[in-house]
């Protein structure tokens, strides 16, 4: 805030949880041993929504505290301070088009229409399918999956699917 003086060990825009006497705490969600914090942008900026809900399980079980924010409200600072940004599916592609595009945090997109708007590949494609092939089981990005994997549970849209941009890691294919 302008109106306060905050130390910030990490460089990350959001002061320590714990300064020195005479400095104003901030609230860096993961300063000082603190659980790690996701920030995750949905439509309605909470989990009611099932996909949501589902995300928000998964990531809480990774020991994840989760903010929300709507993506008709989200701003590119709202992701400073935190662990890990992710745009949920049900985020709109047209509210968040490449609002997080720049985030300084490590950023999952899971909505494929969005690839383009954040620089990360080509607009995506939806394919009507609920499985993948892992090409390469022995990445850290496979998460120890092998062969074909349901990827899609419920009633979601399908898979996003693009071509990779020159250089990437392929893990998965359709």
């Given at each position: 805030?302008d109106d306060?003086c905050?130390k910030d060990d990490?460089?990350?825009?959001w002061?320590?949880?714990?300064?020195?006497?005479g400095?104003?705490?901030?609230?860096d969600c993961?300063?000082?041993?603190?659980?790690?914090?996701v920030l995750?942008?949905?439509?309605?900026?909470?989990?009611?929504?099932?996909?949501?809900q589902?995300?928000?399980?998964v990531?809480g079980?990774?020991?994840y505290?989760?903010?929300?924010v709507?993506?008709?409200d989200a701003?590119l600072?709202?992701?400073?301070?935190?662990?890990l940004?992710?745009i949920s599916e049900?985020?709109?592609s047209?509210?968040?088009?490449?609002?997080?595009?720049?985030?300084i945090?490590?950023?999952?997109?899971l909505e494929?229409?969005v690839?383009d708007d954040?620089?990360?590949?080509a607009?995506a494609?939806t394919?009507?399918d609920d499985n993948?092939n892992?090409?390469?089981?022995?990445s850290p990005l496979?998460?120890g999956?092998?062969?074909t994997?349901?990827?899609?549970?419920?009633t979601?849209s399908?898979i996003f699917?693009?071509t990779?941009?020159?250089?990437?890691?392929?893990v998965t294919?359709a």
């Amino acid at each position: 805030p302008d109106d306060a003086c905050m130390k910030d060990d990490d460089d990350d825009g959001w002061g320590d949880d714990t300064p020195p006497d005479g400095v104003t705490p901030g609230s860096d969600c993961d300063e000082d041993g603190a659980s790690p914090c996701v920030l995750m942008v949905t439509q309605l900026g909470d989990n009611s929504e099932t996909y949501d809900q589902g995300l928000s399980d998964v990531l809480g079980g990774l020991g994840y505290n989760i903010s929300y924010v709507a993506d008709t409200d989200a701003v590119l600072t709202d992701a400073n301070g935190f662990t890990l940004l992710v745009i949920s599916e049900t985020a709109l592609s047209t509210d968040i088009l490449g609002t997080f595009r720049d985030a300084i945090v490590p950023t999952v997109c899971l909505e494929g229409l969005v690839w383009d708007d954040m620089g990360m590949a080509a607009e995506a494609t939806t394919l009507n399918d609920d499985n993948m092939n892992v090409l390469a089981p022995a990445s850290p990005l496979a998460g120890g999956l092998t062969d074909t994997v349901d990827v899609v549970s419920g009633t979601g849209s399908g898979i996003f699917v693009t071509t990779p941009p020159a250089g990437a890691i392929e893990v998965t294919s359709a």
